[in-house]
């Protein structure tokens, strides 16, 4: 039976994730110019996994395979990975991300729309925890590699002559490291980091990434601003208390994947919250959380296991901020 | 040794006041009518037909709590009915036997009035009094509160009474459920 | 310039409204044969009050209203009613309705007109009475009979609605444009019967020349005509509120509760055509428009086909179905037979040039663009997820009937999820099942009504019985006299035995009912073995108006929200 609305807004779930992609360019061309072309070939990897296991997937559960690989939400959910990615990691390591995301976090759950956990974060979360080692090798703007060298070492680890290994850390792991020797955060923030202002530049990119998406009305303000409010909100009295063991906000804001957390993570909508309040509420506690973890826990970086607590509250969060309808605010219906 | 003798007079004791507690509550807390029927009762659709060989909804939602019958014995309530009271009783749902009266289409009776001899028959067979006459007189039945139980049919002598399928008016008719285009199995979640 | 209040939500879709309001309001031809449907307002349909073979004069009444929310209907033109039968009906279901089809002669003859020319200084119950004879009903599609709304006194604000916010359609603005005078008239007397302080007519900003016209027809009466901001649905009336007062009307409060109360400019203008020019509601402007050669307004009588309309605009090639009303609140004709009714403000030819399909649909995303676009301010897509997993209870505490169905949702979904019509599907589920519910509770207490008196009148039988019985004992003792033989006096206490056994079975089965009794109605009768005498007329009585008060109670608990509370009971 064809029934009202005649009308539509011609935008269509495809639409949506083109322009999520589209927004993500910039970002990943700093990247490619800071960390080289590894990043590119992160980015094939996983997108050709993605699209495969979704493929597969989908066959599978007897869906259109056609019509939901065009819906381009695998696509997302490989970029968010690659780029997360160290982008000198092993190939294998994006590649059983990538299939861990769309295989266990999405297609299990019900594919597209279903998915009560960010997949990206599932598939990176799962890496973490599965190979460290691995997932600490962050490529840095100083890798003295060539192209072909760095393609070399993503597909047979091979490195040329002369040198020995690429084990350099990110900014944030390098913190880390440097304050258990007792080096003060001032003295470690003062030397020429390696990497500190490539990865600033970076988030640069994806901050404006963001913004676009805010202006197409496609993400709202509410979970990135609340978010990274969450986390300037703890780093900023820590530093003003204690300069020597933390670092100032604007370090936090810029530095790991904040600005690529921010704009296209924790603003997912399938596994976030809906409502106005909700949305706040939750970019919050995922920027404490991300601050806290960084700060005071284990891992250097901590987007992913931030956004997947915080994805475990959403029903109930959505279910407790729900806006009072259309007259009830002075009635006092709830 | 005495340790575990500890434990075991310890856990005793609990298992005591507890265990008095609970006798204390059930007892102050009684419920007095069973309301299982009364749940069951209330999924049935009272049509009072006795097709499902009880005198009425109530003595079957009696002998369903007592786990004397079946939940799949009541037509009208169809399908749906015997969903519902599979989810209420926590058992397997359980289509309608074979050969079984089956679920027909919602009905009520109507009275060929030009027959009617007013023997009132059927205004005893009514389990509702949904049939308005009096002896010699035309009958009529009341259409609203009809169940569409046929008892009446049976009786009537002349046979003046016929079952009318309830068609939908402006004012019963609803809106289909939905049918998402092109996503065949996408809606099997639901 | 009057500060503005403003609703959540709301969409802007693409008007198409300039295409229809090139060319003046015509008058459309009258058709070979008028089917005025007898389904013309909110209430039943009305019962005719002619006979086939009758003539009718143009304005004479053919049906009385039947129930309070019914509207009386009248002969659009002068001609014979040639049947009385069901006939297509303008409703998604497809379903015929009963209609009074009329040949007209060609004539056009008015029957008496009485114009109230002194409506000034008539009590306000005559007017309304009046009102209700013309069948004047909202025109803005809510056909809610007019003297109901009228009979409201003592506003804070009469709102005017003539913000027609949905696209393509263009009748009210037409109307305004070119009869804002008849329009002002309407209003004096509305304003007349409800005593607002002020009297505001909104208009969406996309009508200048309405709003110009509508300013100069209303210099120096004290009415103000309000510009709004274009955004669908401002003309909904609970928006309209909101935009000028800025007062919320709730779900299930009507807004004269808070001083307001609102009309449509074409139910206005027939309150003037009405009351002014004793004319009751025999025609109304439809906006005649989508893929036709020639897209206008024209003034058409109620009953004209709907397809003799489009083939007059000049139907084109590729047109798959005829809407009437707008393309977002609007349905699709299933039979282009059906006569126009009262709310027929618009008539859309589609085809797939003009409103192209919905792209297929695809799995929800909660991306929440529908909460931001609703003007209600609920969850679609919570509802979207209850109603389509069959959780209708769920759906009602998600505020499922304040939905307006103005699709505002549906319109901006990226995922192209039909979800206005999961919401009508829920609240048509959810409207059969307290239907059903209310029938079963009644058939329930009918049943153990009648249990309850055939237990009684047997009863009564056994001991009416008894009674007999020991009457007739006495007779026997007393005629027997003295010199009674041994043998009678032998079988005596036999029959006292019998008597006192039938006594004491009875007495049973009174305490039976009477307790029974007390168990269903929870209160009734005093507790305790009652004795069988005891059971007088005035008990029972009693006990019979306990079950019909209980009975009553049941059938009016809203079985909404008992469906509420046992999910609740479930989940704790």
Redesign the interface.
């Known amino acids: ?13 495809s ?2 994730m083109l322009k999520v992609l589209a927004a993500l360019v910039p970002g990943v061309v700093l990247s490619v110019y800071f960390y080289g072309v590894g990043v590119l070939a992160q980015l094939a990897l996983a997108s050709a996994t993605a699209l495969v296991a979704e493929a597969a997937m989908l066959r599978a559960r007897g869906q259109p395979v056609a ?1 939901f690989l065009k ?1 381009g ?1 695998a696509l997302v959910t490989a970029w968010l990975l690659a780029l997360a990615m160290p982008p000198l990691g092993a190939w294998w390591l994006v590649v059983v991300a990538t299939a861990f995301a769309i295989v266990i976090a999405k297609q299990l759950y019900g ?4 998915n009560p956990f960010n997949p990206a974060m599932v598939g990176f979360a799962a890496m973490i925890v599965a190979f460290p080692a691995q997932m600490a090798q962050w490529g840095s703007a100083v890798a003295p590699l060539s192209a072909p060298e760095q393609l070399a070492y993503i597909f047979g680890r091979a490195l040329p002559a002369g040198i020995d290994a690429i084990v350099s850390a990110t900014p944030l792991d390098h913190l880390k490291t440097q304050l258990s020797l007792g080096v003060p955060i001032a003295t470690t923030l003062a030397e020429p980091l390696h990497g500190r202002a490539a990865g600033q530049w970076v988030a640069a990119g994806y901050l404006a990434g963001a913004l676009w998406l805010w202006q197409q ?1 496609l993400i ?1 303000w509410q979970t990135p601003v609340a978010m990274l409010a969450g986390v300037a909100t703890l780093a900023l009295p820590l530093w003003l208390l204690d300069p020597a063991r933390y670092a100032d906000p604007l370090f936090h804001l810029f530095a790991g994947a904040t600005m690529l957390g921010a704009g296209f993570i924790v603003t997912d ?2 596994s ?1 919250p ?2 106005p309040r909700g949305r706040l509420i939750f970019g919050f506690l995922v920027g404490v959380l991300v601050y806290v973890i960084r700060v005071f826990g284990g891992f250097p970086d901590s987007i992913a296991f931030a956004v997947l607590i915080m994805n475990i509250a959403v029903p109930f969060i ?1 279910h407790t901020t ?10 006092g ?1 709830a | 040794m005495s340790a575990i003798l500890t434990a075991i007079a310890l856990m005793a004791l609990i298992a005591l006041a507890l265990g008095a507690v609970l006798g204390y509550a059930s007892v102050k807390f009684r419920v007095e ?1 069973d309301p299982l029927v009364e749940k069951i ?1 209330a999924v ?5 037909c006795g097709q499902c060989g009880h005198p ?3 003595p079957y939602a009696q002998a369903i709590a007592d786990g004397v019958d079946d939940i799949n014995k009541c037509p009208p309530g169809g399908e749906d009915g015997i969903r519902k009271l599979a989810e209420l009783l926590g058992v397997e749902y359980k289509p309608f036997d074979e050969g079984a009266a089956q679920p027909k289409p919602r009905a009520v009776a109507v009275i060929d009035e030009a027959n009617c001899i007013g023997c009132t028959l059927c205004l005893q067979a009514c ?4 049939i308005l006459g009096a002896a010699k007189q035309m009958h009529t039945i009341i259409a609203s ?1 009809c ?1 569409g139980c046929e008892l009446c049919i049976a009786p009537c002598p002349v046979d003046c009474i016929a079952m009318k399928p309830l068609e ?3 004012k ?7 049918v ?4 065949p199995v ?2 099997t979640r ?1 | 310039m009057r500060a503005l209040y403003d ?2 939500g709301g ?1 802007h ?2 008007e198409h409204k300039a295409i229809s309001t090139g060319t003046p309001i015509r008058q459309a031809p009258v058709p070979p044969r008028l089917y005025v449907p007898m ?1 013309q307002s909110l209430g039943n349909a009305a019962l005719p009050c002619v006979a086939v073979g009758d003539t009718v004069l143009k304005g004479q009444k053919i049906a009385e209203p039947d129930g309070r929310l019914s509207a009386a209907v009248h002969a659009p033109t002068s001609g014979r009613v040639v049947a009385i039968a069901p006939h297509a ?1 303008p ?3 497809g ?1 015929s ?1 009963l209609a009074v089809v009329i040949e007209p002669d060609g004539r056009d003859a008015w029957t008496e007109r009485r114009p109230v020319a002194d409506w000034r200084v008539r009590p306000a119950g005559e007017l309304l009475a009046r009102l209700a004879e013309m069948g004047v009903v909202g025109l803005g599609g809510a056909v809610f009979p007019t003297h109901l709304k009228a009979a409201a006194s003592a506003l804070d604000t009469l709102v005017i609605n003539g913000a027609e916010c949905e ?1 393509f359609i263009s009748c009210d603005d037409m109307l305004m444009r070119e009869r804002a005078g008849g329009i002002v008239d309407g209003i004096r007397v509305l304003a007349h019967l409800t005593q607002p302080r002020e009297v505001l007519i909104g208009v969406e900003d996309n009508k200048p020349e309405a709003i110009a016209a509508l300013r100069q027809a209303c210099a120096g009466s004290g009415f103000t005509v309000v510009a709004v901001p274009t955004k669908y649905p401002s003309g909904g009336a ?1 928006q309209l509120i ?1 935009i000028l007062t800025g007062k ?4 299930g ?1 009507r807004s004269t509760e808070m001083g307001v109360q609102c009309f449509n400019v074409a139910t206005a203008y027939s309150v003037g055509r009405a009351i002014v020019h004793g004319e009751p509601v025999i025609s109304r402007i439809v906006t005649l428009t989508g893929d036709v050669e020639r897209p206008h307004n024209v003034e058409a009588l109620l009953g004209t086909p709907v397809r003799f309309l489009i083939e007059y605009a000049g139907r084109r090639a590729g047109v798959d ?1 005829v ?1 009437m ?8 004709l299933p039979d282009e037979d059906a006569g126009i009714t009262k709310a027929s403000n618009c008539l859309i030819a ?1 085809s797939p040039a003009v ?1 192209p399909p ?12 529908c ?1 931001s676009a609703c ?5 679609p ?2 509802l979207y997820w209850f109603a ?3 959780n209708f209870g769920k759906a009602q505490e ?2 499922l009937f ?1 939905c307006i ?1 103005c ?1 505002a949702c ?9 979800l ?3 919401y ?2 829920a ?3 959810i ?2 099942a307290e ?2 519910k209310k ?6 207490a ?2 153990e ?3 309850f ?1 055939l237990e009684r009148d047997k009863s009564e039988k056994t001991q009416r019985l008894a009674e007999r019985a020991a009457i007739k004992e006495k007779e026997l003792a007393a005629s027997l006299g003295q010199p009674a033989a041994p043998a009678p006096r032998a079988a005596e206490p036999a029959v006292a035995d019998d008597d006192a056994k039938k006594a004491a079975i009875q007495a049973a089965m009174e305490r039976a009912a009477a307790r029974k009794a007390e ?1 269903q109605t929870g209160e009734a009768a005093p507790a305790g073995p009652a004795p069988a005498a005891a059971l007088d007329d005035a008990k029972k009585a009693a006990i019979q108006a306990a079950m019909e008060r209980a009975a009553a109670r049941k059938a009016e608990k809203p079985a909404a929200r008992d469906a509420a509370q046992q999910k609740d009971d479930k989940e704790r």
Request: glycine share 8%; with cysteine; charged share 25%.
């Open positions: 039976m064809i029934s009202s609305p005649f009308m539509a807004r011609p935008t269509t779930v639409v949506v019509v819906d939400s594919g597209l729309g279903n009305r709202p909508p399938v976030g809906t409502t959505d729900r806006p009072p309808v259309f007259g009830a605010k002075k009635g219906r | 009518a009762d049935l659709p009272q049509t009072q009425g909804c109530r389990p509702v009094d949904a509160e169940t939908p008016t402006l019963t008719w609803k809106w289909g459920e939905p998402i285009r092109i996503h996408e809606d639901a | 609703f959540n969409v879709p693409p389904s009906y409703h998604p279901s379903l309705e696209p609970k909101r919320a009307v709730p779900h409060t179905a809407l009303g707008g393309p977002m609140m609007g349905f699709a589609k409103l919905r792209p297929a649909a695809m799995p929800c995303i909660r991306c929440g663009e909460a003007p209600v301010e609920l969850q897509m919570d389509k997993a069959k998600w505020h304040d169905e699709g549906s319109y901006v979904c990226p995922s192209q999820i039909p206005v019509d999961y009508r599907y609240k048509g589920e409207w059969a239907h059903d029938a079963a509770d009644r058939a329930r009918r049943h009504f009648r249990q008196r168990k």
